[in-house]
C-alpha cells in the first residue's frame, strides 16, 4: 500500500483555505510571517500517513483538513477529515466503490480533484466515477454519477462553488462539458 504524506506547517492563524487555490481561487494567502522553508523536522507540526493514492490538493474549514484518496487500487473513493491542529484522521468515509478499475496514467489518480467546503457541505468530485456532497460529520446528502468517459487519464477538474452553482470541469475523452446543478 503505498501512502501520501501530508505535511502542515505552523500557521500563523487559522482561515480557512476552502477550495482549490484557496478563498478566492487565486493561490493568494494575506497572511504574513510563514515559514519559507520545510524539512523532515524544522517548521512541521505534524505528519499523517494517508493509505491510498490521492492527488487532491488539502482544502481547510475550521479545524479540519479535508482531502480526498483512492484505495485498494482504485475501487474505493474515500474522503478523509483531519483533525487540523493534531493530525488525527477524524474521518475516512467510502464516498464511491468501482467495480473495476483501469489507470494508464502514473501521473494522476482516481482521487485527484480537490474537495471543496461550504460550511456543513463538503462537495467531493471523482470525475466520472461519481460526485457526491458530504456533511461534516461524514454523512452522505447526495451522490451522482456523471455521464462521460474519463478514459484512462483520470481526473483532475477541481469543483468551485459561484452562489448556488457546484461548478464542475467534465473533461472526458468524449464529452468535454463544464457543469453546474444548482445546490438550494
Known amino acids: 500500500m503505498s501512502f501520501l504524506f501530508l505535511i502542515l506547517s505552523l500557521l500563523v492563524t487559522a482561515d480557512d483555505w476552502p477550495q482549490f487555490r484557496g478563498p478566492t481561487g487565486q493561490g493568494v494567502s494575506e497572511e504574513r510571517g510563514l515559514p519559507l522553508t520545510w524539512s523532515e523536522n524544522k517548521n512541521v507540526r505534524w505528519k499523517v500517513a494517508i493509505p491510498g493514492r490521492g492527488w487532491s490538493s488539502p482544502v481547510v474549514h475550521g479545524d479540519r483538513v479535508w482531502l480526498t484518496t483512492a484505495t485498494e487500487e482504485g475501487k474505493s473513493l ?15 468515509v467510502e464516498i464511491f466503490r468501482l467495480k473495476a478499475t483501469k489507470l494508464a496514467n502514473a501521473k494522476n489518480s482516481f482521487a485527484s480533484p480537490t474537495p471543496v467546503v461550504d460550511g456543513d457541505r463538503v ?5 466520472a466515477f461519481g460526485t457526491a456532497c458530504i456533511k461534516q460529520s461524514g454523512e452522505i446528502v447526495w451522490k451522482t454519477r456523471l455521464e462521460y468517459d474519463n478514459g484512462q487519464h483520470g481526473t483532475g477538474g477541481s469543483p468551485v462553488i459561484y452562489d448556488d452553482l457546484l461548478i464542475m470541469s467534465c473533461d472526458g475523452n468524449d464529452v468535454q462539458s463544464a457543469r453546474a446543478p444548482r445546490l438550494r
Do not use: E, Q
Open 78 to 92: 474515500r474522503a478523509i477529515a483531519i483533525d487540523r491542529n493534531t493530525g488525527s484522521v477524524l474521518l475516512n
Open 123 to 127: 462537495y467531493l468530485h471523482f470525475g
